[in-house]
């Protein structure tokens, strides 16, 4: 009984350590390929790179600690059409709140430049497909597989969509606060994210597989990119 008490503390404490190196992986990652004096190819290979070794962090935890075996489930009609509702509610918001008056308030010249440095210009909707169909399936995977799915093991399921929404976010203020360095914006766009995050969340928990959270991120995404494509080229 000793024993397995212990072993069953060490797990507790082995799980909370790798959540709060995850809750903070990205935000790490973020401050370097944002805003180290680097040139445009530099910076490139920094965040690709950073991509790579934060997100395989759950993939060497759960093969190599929890030695568990790597699959994915098929995706169920009606789950995936649930994350297809939500994603065009989230989407339709999205672009509403961007055309009501958030387009008047960036300063689009310096958001060209930015978007310069990873090609995001010379090659939109090529950026604009990884961001939406490689980011977004990445992002639901280490945020609502991984974190989410851990934390609800250590706590309430409520509680871990809060805390997990939380992470989530904190790497978002980095990145957002480069191309949009206004407090109101700022508070306006990581609110969106928590709200997103907890949405993408609840859906992984209520449906029970990631394509439901993924779906709704991909729309959710492609209004973000519709908003930056009409900032950058104007329709």
Same mark, same amino acid.
């Given at each position: 009984?000793?024993?397995?008490?212990?072993?069953?503390?060490?797990?507790?404490?082995?799980?909370?350590?790798? @959540?709060? /190196?995850?809750?903070?992986?990205?935000?790490?990652?973020?401050? !370097?390929?944002?805003?180290? %004096?680097? &040139?445009? $190819? +530099?910076?490139?290979?920094?965040?690709?790179?950073?991509?790579?070794?934060?997100?395989? @962090?759950? /993939?060497?935890?759960?093969?190599?600690?929890?030695?568990?075996? !790597?699959?994915?489930?098929? %995706?169920? &009609?009606? $789950? +995936?059409?649930?994350?297809?509702?939500?994603?065009?509610?989230?989407?339709?918001?999205? @672009?509403? /709140?961007?055309?009501?008056?958030?387009?008047?308030?960036?300063?689009?010249?310096?958001?060209?430049?930015?978007?310069?440095?990873?090609?995001?210009?010379?090659?939109?909707?090529?950026?604009?497909?990884?961001?939406?169909?490689?980011?977004?399936?990445?992002?639901?995977?280490?945020?609502?597989?991984?974190?989410?799915?851990?934390?609800?093991?250590?706590?309430?399921?409520?509680?871990?969509?809060?805390?997990?929404?939380?992470?989530?976010?904190?790497?978002?203020?980095?990145?957002?606060?480069?191309?949009?360095?206004?407090?109101?914006?700022?508070?306006?766009?990581?609110?969106?994210?928590?709200?997103?995050?907890?949405?993408?969340?609840?859906?992984?928990?209520?449906?029970?597989?990631?394509?439901?959270?993924?779906?709704?991120?991909?729309?959710?995404?492609?209004?973000?990119?519709?908003?930056?494509?009409?900032?950058?080229?104007?329709?």
């Amino acid at each position: 009984m000793v024993a397995e008490a212990s072993n069953t503390s060490a797990e507790h404490r082995g799980a909370w350590l790798i @959540l709060t /190196v995850a809750m903070v992986g990205h935000a790490v990652a973020a401050l !370097l390929y944002t805003f180290l %004096p680097v &040139g445009d $190819s +530099v910076r490139g290979a920094i965040y690709f790179g950073s991509k790579l070794v934060v997100n395989a @962090l759950p /993939v060497v935890w759960f093969v190599g600690v929890e030695r568990g075996r !790597l699959r994915v489930a098929r %995706p169920r &009609g009606l $789950s +995936v059409f649930i994350g297809f509702s939500w994603g065009v509610l989230i989407a339709a918001v999205l @672009l509403a /709140v961007y055309f009501a008056g958030v387009a008047d308030a960036i300063n689009a010249d310096a958001l060209v430049e930015k978007v310069r440095a990873y090609g995001g210009v010379n090659h939109f909707f090529l950026l604009a497909a990884f961001i939406c169909i490689v980011n977004s399936g990445l992002e639901e995977y280490y945020w609502r597989w991984f974190v989410f799915g851990r934390m609800r093991r250590l706590m309430d399921w409520r509680a871990a969509v809060v805390v997990s929404s939380i992470g989530f976010t904190l790497h978002h203020i980095v990145i957002l606060w480069a191309y949009f360095p206004t407090v109101g914006l700022g508070i306006l766009f990581n609110a969106g994210v928590f709200v997103g995050g907890c949405v993408w969340a609840w859906l992984l928990h209520r449906e029970g597989t990631i394509f439901a959270p993924w779906v709704s991120h991909v729309l959710a995404d492609v209004a973000i990119m519709v908003a930056g494509y009409d900032l950058i080229f104007g329709f």
